[in-house]
């Protein structure tokens, strides 16, 4: 701790400052740079014809004034050198030298970079690159010179300083021009050296770090004393949750200032978090990721001053003002208080609870969003009543959404400290059932503050109790559901999966003759193969019919599984099936736990069925056939893997209890259905045909493709192929399993020995009957069942 001094003999008790510091938003545009950096080379790749073009065309309008390109040339090569060395001559005769130093740190960086890199693609290690950047000619990839004056305008941050900007990007415009019209560097490249350079001067800005700008204490005093603050002393104390200074601050007449320093280099602070929650979830929020330094003033003394107004009992803001450019401050007088976090939860009666919610009523009233009603915001004076603090995070004029998650958050944060029963109770005598009836669809982890997120995951059940006793108190028959996530991190996953998926198919019928396909494969068998698909199909209905004690219509459950085929497009394949047929049978007025019971159930049989096929099937390869496909090898491969995975599942305790608790939830039902279906011996023999039925029908289906094209294989080795390459598919995170699948089934024919070229013919023909082709079917009758409200 140091004491800096301020006027008339005030010490400022704070940390010694450092003299320089790493700023995010210098890692943040290092990041954005280089996605952009990515963004244009693939974009460039994809329309390198339609540059050539461009190129052409200018090469031919340079040719036709030939002297106004050698202006160019000249003064772009000129002034490229010049206004660097004029801005660092500037720099120094104002004794900002460091800076300068910085920039030709980046400068020499960028030099070797691009040289070195110019090098490699020259070397021939990215062809396709190589031949973008210099049109295939023997012209540098990357300009070395053009690279060096983007980093070190970069990291001197001209950009800050308007005039030399517009003419620091003048001169570096007049230079890729004079350039370019004479064919030495091309768009792609010229783009390309400019974000390397760029990329280069964040780097180094935030390696070797930026001065400190951020004003002392010292200087808080003095902004302090100009609001007429008759300042005698000043303490730094703990940091707000945003990363802001704070500070205590005593008066001559013996009161005391809480005074919060708001940093410019502190505003994007935990903007990556914040564009992920803006993008992820729908919330209402009209607040912007990325706020400037007086914005951000504005809008904490707006809320501060509104919830004043609202009669709220929060700290009054006396005084704000900006300190130069780099910071602002609010004053706020000083009340003795702490933090709910901080009383024991015994201590917590039900008259504070009500005092909490009449606060918070009152906020409601004027429209007024808290967004952080939690431990650390809620806090009780010396009288023992509420104060509420962090007005820098609420919004005035919120929607009825924002309104609405304020009163989930702070019921699902006191039911963490006192249950949810006296939760429930005491909001609903202050706000009435009403209001908690239309926050209870917002009860949900995604709609909460990280710190009650992190704490809900220790009672996992507490959400659910919080429902149950607003419904007690409310009965309703439908609540409206509400959808605040866009959009789940497995939805990222999918999409990401999905491409890889169609890359792969596309790779594949790019080393295919599709017209050879159509008209060579064998209609007779291709046929057999329609049929088998359709078979799958009636077999899926009458499985599902066996586990299910209740009567079902067969065709309407046909149909049912043609509507799941149509799902299966934007669903993994393991996924969509269970969701529309546990859909249906609730819509049959099944119960939820009983439908999710036999969907469980035909499941687990259809695994059981599934492993056993296999190796009924591997063991029969493996001991009649002479080629090289020798599945039982493979076999104990495959079955060491297994032994090894569950060996590690069950030896590690974090595996263990999530596989646990996974398998509970689906399967806990599973049993006493099992044998309410072993009480029908008619169900009994309909499940178990039905599900071996569907196994022997795509197994078929396969088979047929094969044989459809020529192609010679035992029906067990088929067997084998399809049962492997189906767990995979079942496993993939894509729709349907697409790509996973007809990789593994093109490889495993590969493997048996079927030619690739007609191994491929064959999965392709498969996928068609069985995935692509139920897809029109399949939206129709998932159409005409929600028409009639089956689904």
């Not at 970079?113 to 290690?125: H, K, T, Y």
């Not at 599900?691 to 044989?707: K, Q």
Request: positive net charge; contains cysteine.
């Amino acid at each position: 701790m140091v004491e800096s001094r301020a006027e008339s003999d005030v010490y400022v008790v704070e940390p010694l400052l450092p003299q320089r510091l790493r700023r995010p938003s210098d890692l943040l545009r290092f990041f954005a740079t280089l996605i952009v950096l990515g963004a244009v080379i693939l974009l460039a790749l994809v329309a390198k014809q339609t540059l050539i073009g461009l190129e052409a065309d200018v090469k031919e309008g340079a040719q036709l004034v030939p002297l106004l390109s050698r202006i160019a040339a000249f003064l772009g090569g000129a002034a490229v050198l010049i206004v660097p060395a004029a801005f660092a001559v500037e720099r120094v005769f104002h004794r900002d030298g460091l800076r300068v130093a910085e920039g030709l740190i980046a400068a020499i960086i960028g030099m070797a970079g691009s040289f070195l890199l110019g090098q490699w693609l020259v070397a021939g290690n990215a062809d396709d690159l190589r031949v973008l950047l210099t049109g295939d000619r023997t012209i540098e990839p990357v300009n070395t010179l053009l690279t060096s004056v983007v980093a070190y305008a970069t990291a001197v941050r001209i950009s800050r300083r308007p005039t030399w900007r517009m003419l620091m990007w003048a001169t570096i415009a007049l230079y890729v021009l004079a350039f370019f019209s004479g064919r030495q560097i091309t768009i792609p490249s010229a783009i390309v050296t400019v974000l390397v350079g760029m990329v280069i001067g964040y780097a180094t800005l935030y390696g070797v770090g930026s001065p400190n700008t951020r004003p002392a204490g010292s200087a808080v005093v003095t902004a302090l004393r100009k609001l007429s603050f008759a300042v005698v002393s000043a303490r730094r104390i703990e940091d707000d949750h945003q990363g802001s200074r704070r500070y205590a601050i005593g008066l001559r007449d013996g009161t005391s200032l809480d005074v919060t320093v708001l940093d410019r280099d502190r505003q994007v602070a935990g903007l990556p978090y914040r564009l992920w929650r803006r993008i992820r979830l729908n919330s209402e929020t009209r607040r912007r990721a990325i706020r400037s330094l007086r914005a951000e003033l504005e809008r904490e003394a707006l809320m501060a001053y509104a919830a004043q107004a609202a009669g709220a009992s929060t700290p009054r803001l006396l005084g704000t003002s900006e300190i130069g450019t780099e910071a602002a401050v609010l004053a706020y007088e000083h009340i003795e208080t702490r933090p709910l976090d901080e009383v024991p939860d015994e201590q917590i009666d039900d008259e504070l609870l009500a005092q909490i919610w009449e606060q918070v009523e009152l906020l409601q009233i004027q429209r007024l969003a808290h967004r952080r009603l939690t431990g650390d915001s809620i806090h009780l004076d010396r009288a023992g009543r509420v104060v509420l603090t962090d007005a820098r995070s609420g919004e005035i004029a919120a929607g009825d959404l924002l309104l609405r998650l304020d009163i989930a958050q702070l019921l699902t944060y006191l039911a963490l400290r006192v249950g949810p029963e006296r939760s429930v109770r005491t909001a609903a005598a202050v706000m009435g059932p009403d209001t908690l009836a239309a926050a209870m669809p917002l009860l949900q982890r995604i709609a909460l503050t990280r710190e009650t997120r992190s704490a809900l995951s220790k009672n996992k059940n507490l959400l659910a109790g919080i429902r149950e006793h607003i419904v007690a108190l409310k009965p309703q028959g439908k609540v409206e559901e509400v959808r605040l996530e866009r959009f789940k991190p497995r939805t990222l996953i999918t999409i990401i999966a999905s491409t890889l998926a169609a890359y792969i198919v596309l790779s594949q019928l790019s080393r295919v003759d599709i017209y050879r396909v159509v008209t060579t494969a064998n209609w007779a068998w291709s046929g057999v193969a329609l049929v088998a698909s359709f078979v799958s199909f009636v077999a899926a209905a009458l499985m599902l019919r066996g586990f299910v004690p209740e009567p079902l219509p067969l065709w309407r459950t046909v149909l049912v599984q043609f509507a799941s085929s149509f799902v299966k497009l934007v669903a993994p394949a393991a996924v969509g099936g269970v969701a529309i047929n546990t859909r249906y049978l609730q819509k049959r007025g099944i119960p939820p736990a009983s439908a999710v019971a036999s969907v469980g159930a035909s499941q687990l049989i259809m695994l059981v069925f599934h492993i056993a096929l296999l190796l009924l099937f591997a063991y029969i390869t493996g001991s009649t056939t002479t080629t090289s496909f020798t599945p039982s090898r493979g076999l104990v491969v495959v079955l060491l893997a297994v032994a090894v995975l569950v060996v590690v599942v069950l030896g590690v305790p974090p595996l263990r209890r999530l596989v646990t608790t996974r398998m509970r939830k689906l399967f806990s039902n599973v049993l006493p259905r099992l044998l309410d279906v072993l009480q029908s011996p008619r169900k009994m023999v309909e499940a178990c045909t039905g599900t071996l039925m569907i196994t022997l029908a795509f197994v078929l289906c396969l088979d047929a493709c094969v044989a459809a094209f020529g192609g010679t294989l035992s029906f067990t080795a088929v067997a084998v192929v399809y049962l492997t390459a189906n767990a995979i598919g079942s496993a993939a995170p894509t729709p349907g399993g697409l790509g996973a699948v007809e990789l593994a089934l093109a490889g495993g024919l590969t493997v048996a020995g079927v030619p690739a070229e007609l191994a491929t013919s064959a999965v392709l023909l498969h996928r068609l009957l069985t995935f692509w082709l139920p897809v029109l079917p399949g939206w129709a009758a998932f159409t005409y069942l929600q028409r009639h409200e089956a689904l």
